[in-house]
Antibody
C-alpha cells in the first residue's frame, strides 16, 4: 500500500523559512517522480514543484520559483520542500504527491497534507 | 499557457447521472492527457481518472472520463449517484514547459 506522510508544517512569520518532508513507503521510491501540490484555505489545488526520480530534473511553479527548493533522498525514500522568504499567500495545506507512469507525470497517490500558516 | 475552466458547482439527485465539464482555454484538449481527482470534505485528493478515461484499480465504473475536441473540453461522468459522491472534483492536465495545471474545481452536491 502506497503511503505518503508529510511533516514539518506549522506557523511561521512572513519572511521566514520552513522545510517540509514527505516519507514514502509501499512502492519503489527511486523509480518515480514526485511533486508538491498546495491548497490555500477554501481554494483549489495549485501545483508547486516536481522532481524526477533521480532528482536530475526539477520544476517550479511561477509563484514559488526562486524561493522554494525541492529535493529528494532516495536512500531514505523522502521528499523535501525547503520554503524560504515565505509570504502570507503561501498559507496552504501542502500535499506530497507521487507521480505515475507516463511522460506527463500524472499524480496517482496523495499524502494527507500538512498545514503551513504564514502570519505575524 | 492555458487554463482549465470548470463549473463552480453542480447538483443532482441520488441514482441520477451528472457530468462535470473542464474546458481548455487554448491549445488542443487532445494534445495532453486529462486527469480527474476527487476530494471529499476534510480529505486529501484521490485519483479517479487518468489519461483521459482510465480508471485506477478500485475506482468504480460509475466514474468515466472523456474528451471532446469539438468543444475543447474534457468531461467526468458519474452515474448512479450516491450521497458519498458529494465532493469537490478537479481536472488537471500537463502544459508544455513542465507545468501542471488544475481546473478551479467543481463542488458536487447530491441532494
Amino acid at each position: 500500500e502506497v503511503q505518503l506522510l508529510e511533516s514539518g508544517g506549522g506557523l511561521v512569520q512572513p519572511g521566514g523559512s520552513l522545510r517540509l518532508s514527505c516519507a514514502a513507503s509501499g512502492f519503489i521510491y527511486s523509480t518515480y517522480a514526485m511533486s508538491w501540490v498546495r491548497q490555500a484555505p477554501g481554494k483549489g489545488l495549485e501545483w508547486v514543484s516536481g522532481i524526477s526520480n533521480s532528482g536530475g530534473s526539477i520544476y517550479y511553479g511561477d509563484s514559488v520559483k526562486g524561493r522554494f527548493t525541492i529535493s529528494r533522498d532516495n536512500s531514505k525514500s523522502t521528499l523535501y520542500l525547503q520554503m524560504n522568504r515565505l509570504r502570507a499567500e503561501d498559507t496552504a495545506v501542502y500535499y506530497c504527491a507521487k507521480n505515475g507512469e507516463g511522460r506527463e507525470w500524472p499524480f496517482d497517490y496523495w499524502g494527507q497534507g500538512i498545514l503551513v500558516t504564514v502570519s505575524s | 499557457n492555458f487554463m482549465l475552466t470548470q463549473p463552480h458547482s453542480v447538483s443532482e439527485s441520488p441514482g441520477k447521472t451528472v457530468t462535470i465539464s473542464c474546458t481548455r482555454s487554448s491549445g488542443n484538449i487532445a494534445g495532453n492527457f486529462v486527469q480527474w481527482y476527487q476530494q471529499r470534505p476534510g480529505s486529501s485528493p484521490t485519483t479517479l481518472i487518468y489519461d483521459n478515461n482510465q480508471r485506477p484499480s478500485g475506482v468504480p465504473d460509475r466514474f468515466s472520463g472523456s474528451i471532446d475536441s469539438s468543444s475543447n473540453s474534457a468531461s467526468l461522468t458519474i452515474s448512479g449517484l450516491k450521497t458519498e459522491d458529494e465532493a469537490d472534483y478537479y481536472c488537471q492536465s500537463y502544459q508544455y514547459g513542465n507545468r501542471w495545471v488544475f481546473g478551479g474545481g467543481t463542488k458536487l452536491t447530491v441532494l
